[in-house]
């Protein structure tokens, strides 16, 4: 049995929703106190506080799913990722130029790794593509919506979302899509 959208439209989803992003924000508190630890030479309590991330993000994603954030049939949200993680290969370089230039040669140089898992990460969900190779989406007859930030295509009727929903894999409004035509 799947959890996706068990707690979606009740009135549940307003807390599990703030659940989920109060795990989202654990995440990055633990990794940024794992960093800082590592920095002062504690390299233990940075193992401890990296696993202590690691499950926040378990969380958090179990915290999505049972609101249903995301598509069940999530291929045409990995289909977006796979291009965005690939486009933000070139992006956080750019990045990490700026930075270089402002002085911080040392931000830099790990940005630019950075930049390469983010490129890196737009292969290995190709690589998912082309192993499992699933089905375009027929949306003969349907309405699609497209996020003018990051290209998500909402198929069906946007409108039957809440006011408060936004695009899964950038988080702009709805008000802001265009109709495909």
């Known amino acids: 049995m799947s959890i996706h959208g068990l707690t979606k439209g009740t009135e549940l989803e307003p807390m599990i929703k703030q659940i989920a992003q109060a795990e989202a924000n654990g995440t990055m508190m633990y990794y940024a106190l794992a960093r800082l630890a590592t920095e002062q030479g504690m390299d233990d309590v940075a193992k401890t506080l990296i696993e202590s991330a690691n499950q926040e993000a378990v969380h958090a994603g179990f915290y999505a799913t049972l609101n249903g954030k995301y598509p069940k049939d999530f291929w045409a949200l990995l289909e977006t990722v796979k291009k965005a993680e690939i486009a933000g290969e070139a992006q956080v370089k750019a990045m990490a130029d700026k930075v270089r230039a402002a002085g911080f040669a040392e931000a830099a ?24 190779k699933p089905a375009k989406v027929d949306t003969t007859g349907k309405k699609v919506y497209v996020c003018p930030i990051c290209g998500y295509e909402y198929v069906g009727d946007i409108n039957s979302e809440p006011d408060d929903w936004v695009c899964p894999l950038c988080g702009q409004p709805k008000s802001v899509f265009k109709e495909k035509n």
Request: net charge negative; aromatic share 12%; proline share 0%.
């Open 109 to 132: 140089d790990e940005m630019e790794i950075f930049a390469k898992q983010e490129g890196h990460h737009g292969v290995v969900i190709d690589e998912i593509f082309k192993k499992y």
